[in-house]
């Protein structure tokens, strides 16, 4: 009988679209998932939206509409966000549906029924970007300690979930399962943590309605977290009294692998098989944490602000090769760094240079010398052998490396082999051997060897990119391999090839040509998203840079590809480098301050909405951006002749733009 696998993602909050950041996690689920089909076995790869809490709750209010409309609305960029993406998912789960509200509702019951709830008094500190409670000893200057964001205070009715009572349950589990979270020091983190004591958990909360009721007392809702770990077990079909649900609940659990960024550990690592223990099932097999895409040296995320558009990328690289990007450039559970410049280096040199030319100088050769059609290999040559050894051995570490989710280290394999069919043929010279008919055969040997290899390195890439593999066996005129058959010299002599198609045409484009594109080109199909801002196109915060204090932008407002501007349209804005000379505040405006600008070309007056950031004697002296050609408006009776830029984030106070270096007033910013 096949093994099963089941593989998931965290489920994703719906305060805001997706990112690079949840792009990421569900493109590396996607390569395991398809992986393991490669390997014969029977998975279940599960996503979807974590639509409770308070944070869901505060950002509809803020678009003004009824939550469940925007849930469904932001919900939807996430589902469509599998589609733009290639992701072979086979269910995606929000929390607001039926089934998961009966399953959740079960887990609560049979933990209450263990004696493991009971009703008390919350009072403490709560992040809500963060959905967790944040004890005062943990707290850093005062803010969350995951997130650096605010925290609020708490005092409501609650009612607490006896994990202190699973300390030592959970070291059992953990000593018992030396494999259960990988990187290992992320496990011996989570180790130190249970070891020195756990505190019950508050889990319900009565100051806001949003979220599943505790049974039997519905004033109560849950917590987000009781109620968000429960997907994994409501998509198998828990709590349905159907009993093919039931098969598959058995099928599948606890042979799981939750893949997630490493800020939600211990949420997996603790609370979760906790919850599970305590209603009678069995723990998760295993946790894989990553690290975080930074952008700008901090995590990339919409809280701060500094987050890239998966659309931006796929628009101008293609799907394939922003998956390529994310799994060869992140070592897994280490930090990276997104950068437009780290994946254009890879899409020429490892895509377009190395893949590519593989590819397509073999099948090119192929029509060449033999009409398209694959040549019988002769006695294999001691060079021949050495490329079927390394294809061979590249095969069984490919399969390992996808086994303990070292995707890396198998892209690093799968490269070098590639490089290795390169050299292969530099060395032979077939062009040579073509113009001397006595060398027919080894130009047959050669041939054959390299489309043989060629075959493979489609297989082993398929995870990864999906699409490539697919045409390279076109153009092979084979169909997909199982992983588990795989191995050189079974190329058919005698197959007919397709057509050569270019793979990865070398990007010949500047990086700013590429931004442009990029704003220019979001596909139809992709979820509208405010355009990036001017100085960092591709690449730049979610909310635009705003002249005066944050004007929270509503989540879901669509824009369509008619509402883009052009390059062109944008040189219109004479952005300048200026000089504050001198600034006051405003009578009777809490908002307001008067500057008078050095703009390099003359002095003007500007009056910006920065009163509750900044007060007028910080700015004296400080070099910011201005708007030079704006129409003048009078704001409080005093001309502005221009305007100010400055970012910030929804609801948050404005940050003037600024520079590493500084620039004289009169320089262009674009
Ligand atoms: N809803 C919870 C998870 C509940 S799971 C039962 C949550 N949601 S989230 O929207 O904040 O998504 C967090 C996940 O998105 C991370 O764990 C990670 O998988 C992904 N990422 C979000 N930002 C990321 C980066 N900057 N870098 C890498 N992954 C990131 O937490």
């Known amino acids: ?159 607490y979930f006896r994990l202190s009572k699973y300390q030592q349950p959970l070291l059992d589990f953990y000593e018992a399962n030396p494999e259960f979270l990988q990187p290992a020091f992320r496990f011996n983190e989570v180790r130190t943590f249970v070891a020195a004591g756990l505190q019950d958990l508050s889990i319900s909360r009565t100051s806001f309605r949003w979220g599943i009721p505790v049974p039997d007392d519905p004033a109560h809702v849950m917590y987000v977290w009781f109620d968000a770990l429960t997907n994994y077990l409501t998509a198998l079909g828990f709590g349905s009294d159907d009993a093919s649900a039931a098969a598959r609940v058995e099928r599948f659990w606890p042979t799981v692998t939750h893949l997630l960024g490493k800020e939600i550990v211990r949420q997996h690592a603790i609370y979760w098989p906790a919850f599970l223990m305590s209603a009678g099932l069995r723990p998760p097999q295993r946790i894989v944490a990553h690290g975080w895409w930074l952008m700008g040296g901090a995590k990339m995320s919409k809280s701060v602000g500094n987050v890239a558009r998966y659309q931006d990328y796929v628009s101008v690289f293609g799907v394939d090769a922003l998956r390529y990007f994310v799994m060869r450039e992140m070592p897994l559970g280490l930090d990276a760094n997104f950068s437009d410049e780290g994946i254009l280096t890879r899409f020429n040199s490892d895509l377009a240079n190395d893949l590519g030319n593989v590819v397509s100088r073999t099948m090119t050769m192929i029509h060449r010398y033999r009409a398209g059609v694959v040549p019988a290999p002769g006695e294999p040559g001691s060079l021949d052998s050495a490329l079927q050894r390394q294809a061979d051995g590249t095969i069984e570490r490919v399969k390992r490396n996808f086994s303990t989710y070292q995707i890396t280290v198998a892209l690093q394999d799968t490269w070098e082999l590639i490089s290795a069919v390169n050299k292969y043929i530099v060395e032979r010279e077939p062009w040579k051997l073509a113009k001397d008919t006595g060398q027919k055969v080894t130009l047959d040997s050669t041939l054959y060897h390299a489309a043989d290899a060629v075959r493979i390195v489609a297989a082993l890439i398929d995870p990864v990119m999906p699409e490539a593999a697919d045409r390279i066996r076109r153009m092979l005129g084979g169909t997909q391999e199982a992983w588990s058959t795989l191995k050189s010299g079974t190329l058919a002599p005698g197959t007919t090839l397709g057509s050569v198609e270019p793979l990865f045409p070398r990007i010949e484009k500047t990086l700013e040509e590429l931004r442009s594109m990029a704003s220019d080109n979001v596909p139809p199909s992709s979820t509208p998203h405010t355009p990036p801002t001017a100085a960092t196109p591709a690449t730049g915060a979610e909310a635009p840079a705003a002249p005066t204090a944050a004007a929270p932008q509503p989540p879901a407002a669509p824009s369509t590809g008619a509402g883009r501007i052009s390059i062109d349209d944008f040189m219109k804005v004479e952005l300048r480098v200026a000089k504050v000379l001198e600034a006051e505040a405003v009578p009777k405006s809490k908002k307001l301050l008067k500057l008078k600008v050095d703009t390099g070309v003359d002095q003007r007056t500007i009056v910006a909405g920065i009163a509750e950031a900044y007060q007028p004697e910080q700015l004296v002296g400080r070099t910011i951006v201005v708007v030079a050609n704006l129409q003048p408006a009078k704001l409080m009776g005093i001309e502005s002749q221009g305007m100010v830029l400055a970012g910030s984030v929804e609801g948050g106070l404005p940050t003037l733009v600024g520079f590493d270096t500084p620039l004289a007033p009169g320089a262009r910013v674009r």
């Not at 469940?68 to 733009?84: K, T, Y």
């Not at 409670?133 to 300690?145: A, I, K, R, Y």
């Open 1 to 159: 009988m096949t093994q099963p696998f089941f593989i998931t993602t965290p489920i994703y909050y719906i305060n805001a679209r997706p990112h690079i950041g949840h792009a990421y996690t569900t493109m590396v689920a996607d390569a395991i998932a398809r992986a393991h089909r490669l390997l014969g076995e029977d998975v279940f790869f599960l996503t979807g939206t974590d639509e409770h809490g308070q944070k869901v709750e505060r950002a509809a209010q803020k678009a003004e509409l009824p939550t469940p409309v925007f849930a469904d609305q932001v919900a939807e960029s996430f589902r469509q966000m599998c589609g733009d993406l290639n992701i072979s998912n086979s269910d995606f789960i929000r929390t607001t549906e039926p089934r998961h509200h009966r399953a959740v509702q079960e887990i609560w019951r049979r933990v209450a029924a263990a004696g493991d709830i009971y009703k008390g008094d919350y009072e403490g500190w709560y992040c809500t970007v963060d959905e967790v409670f944040v004890p005062e000893t943990q707290l850093v200057n005062g803010s969350c300690p995951t997130c650096g964001g605010k925290v609020e205070r708490l005092k409501e009715e609650s009612y």
